[in-house]
């Protein structure tokens, strides 16, 4: 008997990684990898919104309810109807709590501003609640399949932060496309797979205006032989062997710089963003440009930014530099060859290099031979 009480309780907990490692697969896939600071929202609401859902199977059968959130049965001594209350009430109150969270999902300026703005907003949690529900658990069923399928191809995932107002998503989308282009990798537009544009409909059905910022209408996928790349508003998710996915996520870091994507998630990152974007679209003089990277760089340096935007914003800078020497871009398959005399100009230093090391080797065996000790 204690074997078995065992073996269910490992199976039980090997269940419960299970389903949360599909669940963050689900919400991966259904958004992309959002900013940061949003994050800790999404994840919140998502994981409540599945709460709301076993709540409601609650109020049918509490039973149902405890054993999915605790994997344990209800006690013979406990009262279920105390139970569907507590479920009840769950209901009730969990799509107000989304509701206000998903207000978090929007930029600071486009808040509802107002009791009566907001409380709109509040109350659309409950379809919002809903809808995210029902997709996540449906994701979480296609989420596997999409990871096994890239398995199979022995495809890695990597992803690219980036941020896109949905009016912009397909410009965006040629961006990216001409951008791969521009580093020798042809690609071909096509809806994303049914197993993703399914869900994305679904939840834009029930809160279009909770999730807007972070969903596409026409999810696109742009694929090559060797690569596909999913763009999502808040993700670029690069997927294909470890050479290609590396190569195509350089590629883009050196060609999708200045588009109507933003790379940095902070506001004060993104006026970066649009002065270094405005230098590189619209350049003056070389002189004149100088001294506003100059400017630029004095605020670089004042601001207080993670080391991941102020990254971003580093190289952006760099490739103006690049601009302005009038090299060519590095991931460019036009790119000029090394010269014919590189490999000699380098040997040349080696052979002299070589040539003291020798001399110095016999002026240190003389000394010995003359100071004998």
């Not at 399949?145 to 410009?171: F, S």
């Not at 026409?218 to 998710?237: C, K, N, R, Y």
């Not at 974007?277 to 350049?283: I, M």
């Not at 005399?341 to 090391?357: E, G, H, K």
């Amino acid at each position: 008997m204690a074997i078995i009480q065992a073996l269910l309780a490992f199976l039980t907990r090997s269940a419960g990684k299970i389903l949360n490692t599909a669940f963050g697969w689900a919400t991966v896939m259904l958004f992309g990898q959002v900013p940061q600071e949003r994050q800790i929202y999404l994840s919140v609401i998502a994981f409540g919104s599945l709460a709301w859902i076993v709540a409601v199977a609650g109020i049918l059968e509490p039973s149902v309810a405890t054993f999915l959130i605790a994997f344990v049965t209800v006690p013979a001594w406990l009262d279920k109807r105390w139970i569907r209350l507590g479920m009840i009430a769950a209901v009730a109150v969990i799509p107000t709590l989304i509701g206000w969270l998903s207000t978090r999902l929007i930029d600071p300026s486009e808040r509802p501003r107002g009791a009566g703005p907001f409380a709109r907003m509040v109350l659309k949690g409950y379809p919002f609640t809903l809808g995210l529900a029902l997709t996540l658990i449906v994701m979480t069923i296609f989420a596997p399949v999409i990871r096994l399928r890239a398995l199979a191809r022995r495809w890695t995932i990597q992803h690219v932060p980036i941020i896109v107002k949905p009016e912009d998503y397909p410009d965006v989308v040629s961006d990216v496309q001409r951008a791969l282009r521009a580093g020798g990798l042809e690609t071909e537009p096509r809806p994303a797979s049914w197993m993703l544009r399914m869900p994305t409909k679904f939840l834009a059905l029930f809160a279009r205006s909770a999730v807007a910022p972070l969903m596409a209408d026409f999810l696109t996928t742009l694929v090559a032989p060797s690569i596909e790349v999913l763009v999502h508003p808040s993700d670029i998710v690069i997927m294909g062997r470890d050479f290609d996915a590396a190569r195509a996520r350089a590629i883009l870091a050196e060609h999708l710089t200045y588009t109507k994507a933003y790379l940095t998630w902070t506001k004060e990152a993104n006026q970066i963003e649009e002065q270094l974007g405005a230098l590189w679209r619209s350049p003056t003089s070389v002189a004149s440009t100088r001294r506003q990277l100059a400017e630029i760089d004095g605020q670089l340096r004042s601001l207080k930014l993670s080391y991941e935007e102020w990254e971003i914003l580093f190289r952006q800078r760099l490739l103006i530099d690049l601009q302005l020497s009038g090299a060519a871009p590095l991931m460019s398959p036009e790119a000029p060859p090394p010269a014919e005399s590189t490999p000699r100009a380098t040997a040349r230093p080696l052979a002299r290099a070589r040539r003291s090391f020798r001399a110095g080797l016999r002026a240190f065996a003389s000394a010995l031979s003359k100071h004998p000790s």
